[in-house]
């Protein structure tokens, strides 16, 4: 089995930064793709960021140069820093990571619970 847990949401005034974490546990034999994704109430669910095994990463354009995806393959963590927050980054954020786990030879996609970000204008 699988975990992802993220942590690191909360309330933030506009401008302000927050850094999300997110670590997976439980019988990994190797990570892919860790991503980051978000939800805003009465919205689909929107890519925010990914980033690749070795580190190549993209964005969504309405974060590119606030928002940073890294990620630390030793702790199997992936981290999203979010600076010069405005109001429409207010979402429930969740993170996502293709795994393959040690008695499966196949990349299963695992979603965390989600954690709330909420940007005061």
């Known amino acids: 089995q699988v975990q992802l847990v993220e942590s690191g949401g909360g309330l933030v005034q506009a401008g302000g930064s927050l850094r999300l974490s997110c670590a997976a546990s439980?019988?990994?034999?190797?990570?892919?793709?860790m991503a980051w994704y978000r939800q805003a109430p009465g919205k689909q669910r929107e890519l925010v960021a990914i980033?690749?095994?070795?580190?190549?990463?993209s964005y969504r354009d309405s974060v590119k140069g606030r928002f940073t995806i890294s990620r630390d393959n030793a702790k199997n963590t992936v981290y999203l820093q979010m600076n010069s927050l405005k109001p429409e980054d207010t979402a429930l954020y969740y993170c996502n990571a293709q795994i393959q786990t040690v008695t499966r030879s196949s990349l299963n996609s695992y979603w965390g619970q989600g954690t709330q970000v909420t940007v005061s204008s």
């Open positions: 439980g019988s990994i034999f190797s990570i892919n793709v």
């Open positions: 980033i690749t095994s070795t580190g190549s990463s």
